[in-house]
């Protein structure tokens, strides 16, 4: 219910949005709790706390406590670590070989199998358009034998995800004419 209420808010011009999110939630290319997690950790990451609250709800059967707790590590660590290595990639110089010095302990240890944390990871750092983050990210995804379907999956949850937060974060502005 809480996705068809997510829907019902977007304009009509935001109806590819409406239809990307039905279909992608019933994507079988990721198991149900990769799906919810990446659903769930997009959310945090476009900083939209209705899509979040709406799309948490809706997934909430899919995901353990534990799972959730992932998926909202994921999106609070690749909000760390997104920032420092985009610095870290744009500016260069003598920076990728300094110790980053900040504590990523959840990375080795998230709570759920590290495929799904990596996915959900993907996903944030897609959002937050870190291109170090995601090369590393799609890297161990591929070496833990995810294929480019579930991958693609991922960034296109997160591309709507975001596009829908985009919106309704927009719809308060003054209508056009």
Request: hydrophobic share 45%.
């Amino acid at each position: 219910m809480s996705l068809d209420t997510l829907k019902s808010l977007l304009p009509d011009y935001a109806k590819d949005l409406k239809l990307n999110l039905g279909s992608l939630s019933h994507d079988v290319t990721l198991t149900p709790q990769q799906l919810a997690g990446t659903f769930v950790a997009s959310a945090i990451a476009s900083r939209n706390p209705l899509v979040t609250d709406l799309l948490s709800a809706h997934f909430a059967e899919s995901l353990s406590g534990a799972a959730l707790d992932a998926a909202r590590a994921a999106a609070a660590i690749m909000g760390m670590n997104n920032v420092y290595y985009r610095f870290v990639h744009l500016v260069g110089g003598d920076y990728a070989k300094m110790p980053a010095q900040l504590r990523m302990n959840v990375i080795a240890r998230p709570g759920v199998e590290k495929v799904d944390f990596e996915l959900w990871s993907l996903a944030v750092s897609a959002i937050n358009g870190c291109g170090m983050c995601m090369e590393s990210h799609e890297h161990q995804l591929r070496k833990a034998g995810l294929g480019t379907e579930q991958i693609q999956t991922a960034v296109r949850i997160a591309a709507t995800v975001h596009g829908v937060a985009v919106i309704l974060d927009g719809a308060s502005l003054p209508k056009a004419g």
